[in-house]
Every structure is written in structure tokens, then in C-alpha cells.
């Protein structure tokens, strides 16, 4: 499953192929798609922005529309150049957009709507960049006051409901967590609000740091020794306990856990030491 820093670089790659170039061709699979293309043509427009909100890509065309996509577990949007080969087979192909240097091809993509920057401020599956915890319009007030009216939820549950705090996916959670020592099954309103307000600041930077030009594609949050351990073969060498079950915790040498947590049976990782529940807490941890 993509998380936000996954798809804030698609976004970064696809807007330097599309941003500003006119599009020579447009094809989907999609007969929504099609049906907006042959009303408004695509062909003609440039592409003004590419951005990515949560695990929803954004493409706005100069005409008004703006093409959203959310990726799921299999979708992959990739650029080519024209004559390029393929790397997966055209029978995935969902979109295609082409200038006169690039096709930009979603994969397997499996759902995709055209909006108007009307109906996607009304859309409520899909955030607004002032929840977006990459976008430079997030806004970490607001998201500090939904997140404490989350009072009686654990927090990594509410920590993964991108109406409150939109890039923070699975991974991350465990990560942001642990970096915060705080315990991921801990309610919401046993935060003080410092402690509130370092999470959203932490989760921010963790985000912001997997986005730099040379942060790769895997998820870095545990640097160690070494500056970085991004090309390890084993993507959890690069985590604090993500991935970490029975592993020594990295600060305290305590096992790591894991556990399935929430309505969507997530699983959770932590170290119970350094995340311990404060006294008082009734929730098993
Ligand atoms: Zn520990």
C-alpha cells in the first residue's frame, strides 16, 4: 500500500513530465473519463499542477478538470518517453496522457474520476491540501483539533483516518508513534496536548524527510550508524520497529511487538518499554 510520501513522488515525477507541456493524446479505459474527454477535449490543454492528496493523485488540466486517481495496492502511474518500452503490459493500461516528449501511463489504476475544483472541494473522500501533511498548505492547527476531538479512539487508529491527518499510512504510524514514545493503543484524550502537538509536528517531518530528492523509494525513519540505509535489501533496516517483530528495540533492546489493531485490523508494531501506557490507562498494551 502506497503511503503519502509514495505518492507526493509520483506527483513530483509526473508534474515534471506534464506541467506546462500541451497534451497530444488521451486515452482511459474508463468510459467516465472518455465520456469528459470527448465533451471537453483533453488534447490541446496543458497540464497546470500534479499533486498529491493522501493516496489520491491530482492532475488539473488547464480547461478546469482535474483528473483524480487513487492508486490502492496495485496501481502505479509511470512516465515513458515516446518508443520507450513498456514495463508492464498495455492490457493494464487505465490512462494514457502524451505530450510531444512524454506518455504518462496509469497502471492498473483502479479508480479514477473527473472532477472541477467545484465538485472536489465538495468531494469528501478526497482531503483537502490543508490536511495534507505534505502539502505546503497543510495546516497542523486545524489538524492538532481533529485529532484531539478523536477523544475516546486509540491513538494509531486515528492516526491512519486521512480526515484527520491526510500521508500517514500504515508504516508511518508504527514509526510515529515510536519516535513520540508514546503507545499506539493509548485513547486519544490521554494525550496532553503538547504531547499532541509534538505527534503532528513529528509526523510532518517524518513525511517531509521521505520526500527529499534523494530520499529513494523506500521508507527511511531509522538512520543508525550510518547516514542512511536506504539501499539495504531489508526495507525494515530502515525503520525503528515496523517489521520489527521480536527484534531488539533500537533504543532499549527490549523485543519489538506487533499486534492486529482496529476495525480494519491493522497491524500495529511498538516497543513496549520505551511505549509504555502511563499509569491510569485501562487500555491493555
Ligand atoms: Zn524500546
Known amino acids: 500500500m502506497p503511503e503519502g510520501d ?3 513522488r509520483t506527483a513530483r515525477t509526473l508534474g515534471r513530465a506534464l506541467i506546462g507541456k500541451p497534451v497530444t493524446a488521451f486515452r482511459s479505459t474508463y468510459p467516465l473519463l472518455t465520456r469528459f474527454n470527448d465533451d471537453t477535449p483533453l488534447v ?8 498529491a492528496r493522501s493516496k489520491w493523485l491530482l492532475i488539473s488540466f488547464s480547461g478546469g478538470g482535474i483528473l483524480a486517481s487513487h492508486l490502492l495496492m496495485s496501481g502505479r502511474w509511470h512516465i515513458y518517453r515516446h518508443g520507450e518500452r513498456w514495463q508492464l503490459a498495455r492490457i493494464h493500461m487505465r490512462i494514457l496522457i502524451e505530450n510531444g516528449e512524454y506518455q504518462a501511463v496509469g497502471f492498473r489504476v483502479p479508480v479514477a474520476e473527473m472532477h472541477t475544483a467545484r465538485s472536489l472541494a465538495r468531494c469528501a473522500k478526497i482531503p483537502r491540501a490543508e490536511s495534507d501533511a505534505l502539502s505546503t498548505e497543510f495546516d497542523a492547527g486545524a489538524a492538532l483539533e481533529r485529532l484531539l476531538a478523536r477523544r475516546g479512539e486509540a491513538l494509531a487508529d486515528v492516526l491512519l483516518d486521512q480526515r484527520v491527518l491526510a500521508g500517514v499510512g500504515n508504516v508511518f504510524k508504527s514509526e510515529i508513534c515510536f519516535v513520540n514514545g ?7 484524550e490521554m494525550l496532553t496536548r503538547e504531547e499532541a502537538v509534538a505527534l503532528i509536528a513529528s509526523a510532518q517531518r517524518l513525511l517531509r524527510a521521505n520526500v527529499l530528492e534523494d530520499s529513494g523509494d523506500s521508507i527511511v525513519t531509522y538512520r543508525g550508524q550510518q547516514r542512511r540505509t536506504t539501499h539495504s535489501s531489508d526495507p525494515s533496516a530502515s525503520l525503528w520497529v515496523y517489521g520489527r517483530n521480536g527484534e531488539p528495540c533500537r533504543r532499549c533492546g ?3 511487538r506487533r499486534r492486529i489493531q482496529g476495525v480494519d485490523a491493522r497491524v500495529t508494531f511498538w516497543c513496549p518499554r520505551c511505549q509504555s501506557m502511563p499509569d491510569g490507562a485501562d487500555v491493555d498494551g
Do not use: K, S
Not at 490541446?44 to 499533486?51: A, H
Not at 508514546?182 to 486519544?188: A, D, Q, Y
Open 182 to 188: 508514546l503507545n499506539p493503543f493509548r485513547r486519544v
Open 254 to 256: 527490549e523485543a519489538i
Open 44 to 51: 490541446g490543454q496543458t497540464v497546470d499542477r500534479v499533486e
Open 6 to 8: 509514495t505518492i507526493f
